[in-house]
């Protein structure tokens, strides 16, 4: 693996990543990130060929996306799975570090010692890494507007 990938994959990082994308998900509806979506953020923002073409506007239809973008989603079951063992650790390292914690409904919310906006300018990053925090919170907005969490997995082509 490279350095870079390494990077991606530290627990930290990740559970930076999961923050950002409950940020925005808090920014749209009342309610924090569902638990599964946690596992969907990381594969879908980082692999770059994933990453690209996401819509640009929360307005995109999640189905009208997931059909368009179905070459570049067909890997996303198999990236989902290899990395539940990294976000499982990053969830931990997540809520040790106060990133995020977990709401009575079992939801993730960030931590109050997490500011998305502070976090991406202490963090050393590459135009890479700051395209996966940006990516991210716009995951958690999109997400928040795309449907329930039954129907973004089954989309999404995910089954847990």
Same mark, same amino acid.
């Given at each position: 693996?490279?350095?870079?990938?390494?990077?991606?994959?530290?627990?930290?990082?990740?559970?930076?990543?999961?923050?950002?994308?409950?940020?925005?998900?808090?920014?749209?509806?009342?309610?924090?990130?569902?638990?599964?979506?946690?596992?969907? %953020?990381?594969?879908?923002?980082? $692999?770059?060929?994933?990453?690209?073409?996401?819509?640009?506007?929360?307005? /995109?239809?999640?189905?009208?996306? =997931? $059909?368009?973008? /179905?070459?570049?989603?067909?890997?996303?079951?198999? $990236?989902?799975?290899?990395?539940?063992? =990294?976000?499982? !650790?990053?969830?931990?390292?997540?809520?040790?570090?106060?990133?995020?914690?977990?709401?009575?409904?079992?939801?993730?919310?960030?931590? !109050?010692?997490?500011?998305?906006?502070? =976090?991406?300018?202490?963090?050393?990053?590459?135009?890479?890494?700051?395209?996966?925090?940006?990516? !991210?919170?716009?995951?958690?907005?999109?997400? !928040?507007?795309?449907?329930?969490?039954?129907?973004?997995?089954? %989309?999404?082509? %995910?089954?847990?």
């Amino acid at each position: 693996m490279t350095p870079e990938t390494l990077r991606l994959l530290n627990p930290a990082f990740l559970a930076t990543v999961i923050g950002h994308a409950a940020a925005g998900y808090v920014e749209h509806k009342d309610q924090a990130l569902p638990f599964a979506m946690a596992f969907i %953020i990381p594969p879908l923002v980082l $692999h770059k060929d994933t990453r690209v073409v996401l819509p640009k506007m929360i307005t /995109s239809k999640l189905p009208d996306w =997931a $059909h368009k973008n /179905s070459a570049e989603l067909a890997f996303l079951p198999d $990236h989902t799975r290899e990395l539940q063992a =990294a976000v499982r !650790s990053a969830i931990m390292i997540g809520t040790h570090f106060d990133i995020i914690k977990f709401d009575d409904t079992a939801r993730i919310r960030v931590g !109050s010692q997490f500011n998305p906006r502070s =976090a991406q300018k202490e963090l050393k990053h590459s135009d890479e890494v700051k395209d996966i925090m940006k990516k !991210s919170q716009f995951m958690g907005r999109w997400l !928040s507007v795309s449907g329930n969490q039954p129907t973004v997995l089954s %989309i999404l082509g %995910i089954g847990f």
